[in-house]
Each structure stands twice: as C-alpha cells, then as structure tokens.
C-alpha cells in the first residue's frame, strides 16, 4: 500500500526549514529517502532502518517513528539547490520491494 | 559501484509503432531490476520488477512487457504505442540486503 506524503508541496524562502512526512497503514522494516530534480532521476538521500537512529548530513536529516509507521525529512536552512520532489519508499517487515509514496514538490526561492 | 546505463536517452514515436528500451547494470552481480513509468510531474508508477533472469512480475497490467535475457539486462517493449504511454522510463536496481534501489538517467519517450 502506497505510503502517503505531506505536504504535497511547499515552497520557500532560502534559509528556512521545512518538514517532509511519510506515513504508512503498514508496519515498516525501512525508510527510503530520495530526491528528484526537474529532468532528472530520482537520487537516493538515506535509509532508516527499524530499530536504528535518526540519519543526516548537512543540513538534511530524517527519523523513523516505528510505532508510528512514520518518517519525516528535515531540511533545515535551505538552499536553492534542495529545490525538486522528494520522495519517500517504504519496506515493509517482510523484505519487501519498496513502494514510493506520490512525493513533495520543494521549491526554494532567493 | 553500481553504474545503471539506459538508452536510449529520448525518443519520439508513433503511435502504433513497436518499442524497446534497454537497461544494463555494472558492477553488481544478480540485482533486482525495476521498471518504472513517471508522468509529467507525477509520481513513481511500477511497472515490472525482476529478481533474476527470466523471472519477471508485472505490477499493471497494459500493452507493455518486460524481459531479462541475462543477469544485468532488462528490457521494456511494446507491439504497439499507445498516447498514454509517454512519460519519463526509469530502470533501477536493488542488491544486497537492503532494498535501496538505485536510478538510471532514464529514457524520455513522447508517443505522437
């Protein structure tokens, strides 16, 4: 069941935060978090697996409320490079493929 | 590292005309392959996955099909275009433990 994505679009000034939510009616395994700019591929960002921390680098992070079944990107001071769709794909506990959510359209303006 | 090549890049066609895009992986060895279908500013739709050669499950049924001839390809075809299917075609792949999967450049087609 495709896990559902909120907001389903955002946009904002350089240098403010912004929340990203993935929520699942399943009981997951693992998060995935990926990026999309316009034209191009999906990028893989990170994975939160159950049982494990919260993940980041830069100014990207994200965490894993297992009892919840849910995950939530943090993009903190944003650039205009983090601008595109992001995408969450959730596996379920039994080893599942990874079913995507319908993504977050980010847009960040000077 | 896993390198996912694609071709080709673009491609216009009519309708009606047959199709086959193509998706080789490197430098991993018995991945789970992908198929996906992106619309303009949609999301990410299935549609086949591959857990070896010869194996193919399809996610949606349509005018589309899917084959793996050997470990690190797999390939999208079609007898006969239809309008609905442009979109942007992404290959991935998956390896290992983990189900990360993996993005090729992909192929845009445009069905005229």
């Known amino acids: 069941q495709q896990p559902v994505q909120s907001p389903q679009a955002v946009i904002l000034r350089e240098g403010e935060d912004a929340v990203i939510n993935c929520s699942s009616s399943k009981a997951l395994y693992s998060v995935h978090w990926y990026r999309q700019k316009h034209g191009e591929a999906p990028v893989f960002l990170m994975i939160l697996l159950k049982g494990g921390e919260q993940k980041g680098h830069e100014k990207i992070s994200a965490s894993f409320n297992e009892k919840k079944q849910q995950s939530s990107l943090y993009l903190t001071a944003s650039q205009l490079s983090y601008s595109g769709t992001y995408f969450c794909?959730?596996?379920?506990?039994?080893?599942?493929?990874?079913?995507f959510g319908a993504g977050t359209i980010l847009r960040v303006k000077s | 590292s896993q390198t996912i090549h694609q071709w080709p890049a673009t491609l216009v066609q009519p309708v009606g005309s047959p199709l086959s895009l193509e998706c080789t992986v490197e430098g991993t060895s018995n991945p789970n392959l992908y198929w996906y279908r992106q619309a303009a500013g949609r999301g990410l739709q299935l549609l086949f996955y591959s857990v070896g050669i010869g194996q193919i499950s399809s996610e949606v049924p349509q005018n589309l099909s899917a084959s793996r001839p050997q470990d690190r390809q797999f390939i999208l075809s079609s007898k006969k275009l239809l309008l609905s299917d442009s979109g942007f075609y992404l290959c991935a792949q998956s390896s290992g433990d983990q189900e990360t999967q993996y993005f090729g450049p992909g192929t845009r087609l445009l069905v005229l």
């Open positions: 794909g959730t596996e379920g506990e039994y080893g599942n493929k990874l079913v």
